[in-house]
């Protein structure tokens, strides 16, 4: 129904940068709600960033100051923008997207991209 593929994971070193993007593709609409997960190995999957159909973004207090999540022109393309990047952010990174705009639970998502591998290593 919606494919999510996310994209430019890879290797960094501490303190470095990346920028993660998510496509989506299918049974999509204009601005869909959408949001940035990670999980590493032997933990839980956790939240990262979400970009409403406003637009208006709320982050996990970990990460605010270093990740920014923003629109491309194309409305059902997201970015993750990560900076100042630790040993600790080493992890799959999960793009979401929402079907509906309805209000609802804020970290309930039905779309899930495979995940793009993000290593943070010198």
């Known amino acids: 129904q919606v494919q999510l593929v996310e994209s430019g994971g890879g290797l960094v070193q501490p303190g470095g940068s990346l920028r993660l993007s998510c496509a989506a593709s299918?049974?999509?609409?204009?601005?869909?709600?959408m949001g940035w997960f990670r999980q590493a190995p032997g933990k839980e999957r956790e939240f990262l960033a979400a970009?409403?159909?406003?637009?208006?973004?709320d982050y996990a207090d970990f990460v605010k100051g270093r990740f920014t999540i923003s629109r491309g022109s194309a409305k059902n393309t997201v970015y993750l923008q990560m900076n100042s990047l630790k040993a600790e952010d080493t992890a799959v990174y999960y793009c979401?997207?929402?079907?509906?705009?309805?209000?609802?639970?804020?970290?309930?998502?039905?779309?899930w991209g495979q995940g793009t591998q993000v290593t943070v290593s010198s």
């Open positions: 299918g049974r999509t609409f204009s601005s869909m709600p």
């Open positions: 970009i409403e159909w406003t637009d208006s973004t």
């Open positions: 979401a997207a929402k079907r509906t705009i309805l209000p609802g639970p804020s970290r309930e998502y039905d779309y």
